[in-house]
């Protein structure tokens, strides 16, 4: 049997300084049609927990998102039901799964977080 392998990197984005979100390993490979899991570790400052996906000369594009409190997950409108997002709040880990996993999956993968602490954007001015 001929197997593809499916070669993913994930990175890091981070929302804030002092913000973390670190993935478990930085390459991938899995043999075609096996479930495929990329897993990141976030720290406590990350309330929405996101998932990005970049083919080679294409910009990232939106996969998934999962808040940590309601756990409510946004989906990419495109996306396919067999790619998932899962978290682990009792570790502070969150998923992106892949089954089954496809060549056409191949790609650089982004894991990200928006934390608690925004700054203000604007500055302001006293008149």
Not at 10 to 37: C, L, R
């Amino acid at each position: 049997m001929f197997l593809f392998f499916l070669f993913i990197v994930v990175q890091i984005i981070a929302g804030a300084v002092g913000s973390s979100i670190t993935p478990e390993q930085t390459i991938t490979s899995s043999p075609e049609g096996s479930n495929t899991t990329l897993t990141c570790t976030y720290d406590d400052s990350a309330v929405f927990l996101h998932w990005y996906r970049q083919k080679p000369q294409s910009g990232p594009e939106f996969l998934l998102m999962i808040s940590k409190t309601t756990e409510t997950v946004k989906r990419a409108e495109h996306l396919k039901p067999r790619i998932s997002i899962r978290l682990h709040k009792d570790k502070k880990k969150v998923d992106l799964e892949i089954f089954p996993a496809a060549v056409s999956d191949s790609a650089l993968y982004y894991c990200a977080m928006e934390p608690t602490v925004t700054q203000n954007s604007y500055t302001l001015y006293k008149k």
